[in-house]
């Protein structure tokens, strides 16, 4: 795995995060509009519960989920933290933090950091070499 590979995990388990907050919400969204249907007709007794019991159930089951990816996030940001720590120039280390643990987009960075955005990816190239030094 490459440096950038390395410090690029936590932004896809971040993303996954995210799209689990999203499904929670959409299965809200479906729970809240189910409606009842009234009808003299008899019940299948081997149907199996409800739309919005099986809705709590999938709500449940990826809020579970959710909680191991956010754990799992913690920790992978805790060691990403630590290898940039472990980096000797404190301005490259600005840099791989803004860009690995805040997720900001190379132009905001740039501007934050007062570079040009050429600079910006020389440096970014830099600060790798040093990660790839550390991890090896």
């Not at 909680?67 to 990403?80: A, G």
């Not at 960075?109 to 007062?114: F, K, L, P, Q, S």
């Amino acid at each position: 795995m490459t440096a950038k590979e390395y410090l690029s995990q936590a932004r896809t388990l971040d993303m996954r995060i995210k799209s689990k907050l999203q499904q929670i919400e959409s299965l809200n969204e479906l729970a809240t509009s189910c409606t009842v249907v009234y009808s003299d007709m008899p019940r299948n007794p081997n149907r199996g519960g409800s739309k919005i019991e099986r809705a709590v159930l999938k709500i449940i089951e990826v809020e579970e989920s959710l909680k191991h990816d956010v754990e799992d996030l913690v920790e992978l940001k805790k060691e990403i933290m630590a290898t940039i720590r472990a980096v000797s120039d404190v301005e490259l280390q600005t840099l791989l933090e803004k860009r690995y643990l805040c997720f900001m987009p190379w132009e905001k960075i740039a501007v934050d950091m007062g570079y040009e955005l050429r600079w910006l990816y020389r440096l970014h190239h830099r600060a790798l070499d040093a990660v790839s030094e550390i991890s090896h």
